[in-house]
């Protein structure tokens, strides 16, 4: 699969996981802290470059493998990741 179609169904994913938040609760929030303010992000539960190496390509643009969080809180579990 192409990186361009994975970035194009990539951000169709993180699109739906947005829509289906607000859907839901009426508004976005982190996942993880709650915050509603400010910058939120659509961050992958497994990345997209771990989802290629484990020839998994499809989880790049699973709305379930993508997760609303706040700026602060991507960097966080983004750098737990990479200690796993």
């Known amino acids: ?13 993180k699109e739906s996981a947005l829509d289906e938040q607000f859907y839901e609760f009426g508004y976005n929030f982190c996942v993880d802290c ?3 303010s400010g ?3 659509c961050s ?3 990345s997209v470059d771990d989802a290629q190496k ?4 499809e989880l790049a643009f ?8 706040c700026r602060q ?6 750098s737990k990741s ?3």
């Open 73 to 78: 809180c991507h960097i966080k579990h983004d």
């Open 62 to 69: 699973d709305p379930d493998n993508i997760k609303v969080r």
């Open 34 to 36: 709650g915050t509603s």
């Open 1 to 13: 699969m192409s990186k361009s179609i994975i970035d194009s169904n990539v951000r169709k994913a």
């Open 54 to 57: 484990q020839g998994r390509a």
């Open 44 to 46: 992958h539960t497994i």
């Open 39 to 41: 910058r939120l992000d």
């Open 82 to 84: 990479k200690l796993i």
